[in-house]
């Protein structure tokens, strides 16, 4: 049993934000009550949580753990212990491994290794398509029974409109959110950030905000069609989000999520250092704003991190042939205190829901502090200041802008089914 | 206090005062081409290494001859023949290079900020000879100085450039040199190869716009650069020759349109009778000469420079260690 | 390291004077200034070789013409020039061939500024001669260097400068001994 004392506990769910102790006996939380009023067990394990936010766990929807097939980037240990420090209870990984997480053996050894890493909980996503090269549907039902939360073909978009609608369609059946990775590859073509004047100033090929655009136009249109979940992954342009208020505004069951980088940096921060290159790439500050705006306003459901490690030997290149992607787990939540709770966009009980309860209703989860729920909890500081040191995380690799960016405010605890699996010194 | 430079990797960071130092200090070496020795030592006992990971001949001659008459070695990279080809990263490539201990590393590469990265990772001086769509900043400097020897001044000039601005290093080093001495510049292209970005490349206050009709944009201009319409290397989106040259070839007829005086300037090599007409490429208001030889003045300027302030550097770093251990005597 | 004047070695009259003996001296010893030139080291060999050739104008009716040298690219210590030196062009508006040259420096100390000037001026062409006139010379000689036509000769010490302040380019027209002294 643990007690967590004098924390003040923020429930998005039930919009509870007081001075309130939690009892959790086993993988349950057992007991929720006003401070002091718990008479535990003397056994019972204490937590002193004074001065600090007690929230739901926290759910990354959207992570690449690497592994099988590219360890020397993460593995499912060393992806989930950087996860544990960033305030994770739950991770839902990508299925761009190697071999592509397509079918249900696949799914299995994701799980199975899970079980033996650092204690988050490990949430597979399954290919939408076999291999994720739009052709055919994968066993996407095998997978479900095997453990996935939702199909993506992530690294790239359902390759065609009539695919992308066929996978709505059995999704819609299966009850499985479509999670897309928004992109007219045409659009994109040759692309290594977003074009404007900055690509232009550095001679750096870019792809314009519309070759994401499109193609949530396009998906939005299906997800009418075909009354799919969908999911719009790391969405970063304006008109991406203008095309996700229209499909909310038609009750469309169409949600979306922003990473910590795209509502903290834009493409004038790109100087050719291959730390600065994901896709989508950066984007325009008139984008970051509208970003901004959509969190606030509940125009975007989730704050997901798109983690994605490369071994520096990989990022270490010419900007032109870096591969994309960067690390996101430990400096979410102090980007999203930074950004948006300590500049006073939003309240910290919407950013606990960006966190929380947004993702756990886009994979169809009733999240809330209750007795009988799941014990996953994240503590956390709004004041605790740190710098982030890179070389400091359990993750294989280093590729992160934030590399020495100083913090106010970081996770302190990381609680998963009653156990404390990760607590900041 | 002289300005020092570290690397040459483009000429956006530099400020006005920096370039017309580097275009002065070219000037001695401008007189050196026309001497019957045409060789120094002051550079004796310096290697140069010169990494070409993409062919160009010009440059690469250019840059080996300032050498040469500058007393130096260089050693030659050849992409054709290299690791390169062995899929060897440009990281082990460069460190390589530097195991041989070259005191300047030249290097031209397909990338944008190719430069930019081995400078990062090297303590030698770097020199960009071009990297990508980015800049070739000695390519803009001998323009610069072909300009002020024709026309007594950088300032306040009418420049047009034609062709394929966006994927242009040369332009984009003409803009970022010629902007900041308050030339206005006027880009002539077809519209997929001058996008309305590059209007704003400059900073506050420099006058860059766009001209979709060539005879809008020469009209009144003291400086004509014709780029070069590549035909090794795709322009995207590749257009019908024969359309670019009814629209946009500099031909007898249009140089008219500008001044007088105006001059043209092309980096060479030209396609006759594509960009450029054979009567404006060989007529006497073409530079295209005077840009190859001040190549040479330009970028013996730019070695001296750069080894010499890292020869400074060093200097200073072994006084300073030897006046440490006679303190260290002393005790 | 402040540094002192020591004494005064010239004044405004007395550098004239000397000038005067010296263009005297160059006239006589060349047998005729028909192919004579002056070059003057940069930079304060420069407003010296003028005023030479401006004195054998006034003797002899000649014009001397006078180029200008600069040997920066010349000398043999790169990592100590490089910071302050601001490279110029040499400006030499005649052909240096078969030419009497007599070069034209403020002070002769170790000799290796005149040893880059002759280097410089061999990249240039062939003289038939060349001399050296020098307003003082110090001694601590490193190079095998003299002088035909001396202004002052001065015994020093390594750690004393000399400096030649010119009216062109000083703003003072006189010759100083100054010292470094230990604080």
Known sequence: MLLIKNGRVLDPARQTDAALDLLLDGDKIAEIAPAGKISAPKNAELFDASGLIVAPGFIDLHAHLREPGQESSETIETGTRSAARGGFTAVCCMPNTRPVNDNASVTRFILDRAKSAAGVRVWPIGAASISSKGEAIAEIA???EAGIVAVSDDGKPIATAKLTRQ???YCRSLDLPVIEHSEDVSLAAGAVMREGVTSTRLGLPGMPAAAESVCVARDVQLAELTGARLHVAHLSAKASLDQVRWAKSRGLRVTCEVTPHHFTLIDEDVQYDSRYKMNPPLASREDREALLAGLADGAVDVIATDHAPHEPALKDVEFDRAPFGILGFETALALSLEQLVHSGRLSLMRMVELFTTGPARVL?????????QPADLTIFSLTHPWTYNVNDSPSKSRNSPFDGRAFTGAPMATIVAGRIIYRRN | MTPRFRDLLALEPLSAEELSFLLDQSKPFQVIQRHPLKKLATLRGKTVALAFFENSTRTRISFSAAASRLGADSMNLQAESSSVKKGESLLDTVHTLDAMKPDCLVMRHAASGAADFVARNLDIPVINAGDGTHEHPTQGLLDALTIRDRKGTIENLNVTILGDIQHSRVARSNIHLLAKFGCRITLCGPAMWVPKELEHIGPPGTSIRRASRIEDALDGADVIIVLRVQTERLHEPALPVDDYILLYQLHAARLRLAKKDAIVLHPGPMNRGVEISPEVADGPQSCVLEQVTNGIAVRMAILYQLIGAAAAEEGAQTAADSAHSSDEKAR | MPIVEKAQLMSAAEIDRTLRRLAHEIVEKSGGTGNLALIGIRRRGVPLAQRIAKA?????NVEVPVGILDITLYRDDLSKVAPQAVLQSSEIPFTVDDK???????????????????????????????????????GHREMPVEAQYIGRSVQTSDSEIIEVRLREIDNDERVVLVDRVAE
């Open chain 1, 142 to 144: 095998a997978m479900k």
């Open chain 3, 100 to 138: 009497d040259l007599v070069l034209v420096d403020d002070v002769l100390y170790t000799g290796r500024t005149i040893r880059a000037g002759i280097n410089g001026l061999f990249d240039l062409g062939r003289p038939s001669r060349i001399r050296l006139c020098v307003l003082i010379d110090r």
């Open chain 1, 167 to 169: 996978v709505m369609d």
């Open chain 3, 56 to 60: 054998m104008n006034a003797i002899d």
């Open chain 1, 364 to 372: 169809g989860l009733d999240r809330k502090l209750a007795p009988g």
